[in-house]
């Protein structure tokens, strides 16, 4: 059960490049989110999704996009990469059913620095 | 909207000595859910403890336990026999009960904790 997975790990980008973080769950759960996280800031909510075909935007969702076409994949892309977009990005879901009583399921992170 | 404060960015404790994380929250609702997960230099991030608001009884896994102040929607998290792989980043989080906020959770900044010899 691979649970939560993002790719890649690791990315350095141009300022001005684009490019998509890739995550994928196999738990079958409705709900999913990205977030990023900021030394000294917690984590803020880019977007989330609660179900295939449906997103909508968090706290912070200026210069990224997300779509949902299938319950397994919730793609972040990022257009016109600017430093301010250097961060932490985690993907996350969750089941809906009695889904408030239990935390999200996170992936392990990407680190992604804007040069 | 709710939030979530910790007011301590950075903490340390002794191995096998007791330390409590703080944790204050503000929120309109009466039923809701907290959460503290720890996050190790690994960057993963892990569930430690929950706890329900409607449940009086404070939650324990083990060496964590919670303190839970519903009228003073505080929330503390203390660890007990501390041990060197207890050292990480611990986050406090919200969660409101009903599905029509999507179940989002609310982060707070943050404690590090520092375990020494």
């Known amino acids: 059960n691979a649970g939560v997975t993002q790719t890649p790990k690791f990315r350095i980008l141009k300022i001005g490049q684009s490019m998509t973080l890739q995550c994928t769950q196999d738990m079958n759960h409705n709900y999913m989110y990205w977030y990023r996280q900021d030394p000294g800031m917690g984590l803020k909510l880019i977007y989330y999704s609660v179900g295939a075909g449906i997103t909508d935007k968090g706290e912070v969702p200026n210069g990224y996009n997300v779509s949902r076409s299938t319950t397994e994949d919730f793609p972040l892309r990022l257009e016109l990469a600017a430093p301010s977009q250097t961060s932490v990005y985690f993907c996350a879901s969750s089941e809906r059913v009695l889904a408030s009583r239990y935390g999200y399921t996170f992936g392990s992170g990407t680190r992604l620095t804007v040069v | 909207a709710q939030t979530v404060t910790q007011s301590q960015p950075e903490m340390s404790v002794q191995e096998a000595e007791t330390v409590t994380l703080s944790c204050t929250y503000d929120t309109s609702e009466s039923d809701y859910y907290l959460f503290w997960y720890k996050q190790p230099p690994s960057r993963q991030m892990i569930l430690v403890i929950r706890?329900?608001?409607?449940?009086?009884q404070n939650a324990t896994e083990n060496r964590f336990s919670v303190n839970f102040q519903k009228a003073a929607k505080s929330f503390s998290l203390k660890i007990s026999d501390s041990q060197l792989g207890d050292a990480a980043m611990y986050f406090c989080a919200y969660r409101a009960s009903y599905t029509g906020t999507a179940s989002k959770l609310t982060f707070g900044t943050g404690t590090r904790l520092q375990v020494t010899l």
């Open positions: 706890q329900e608001a409607y449940k009086q």
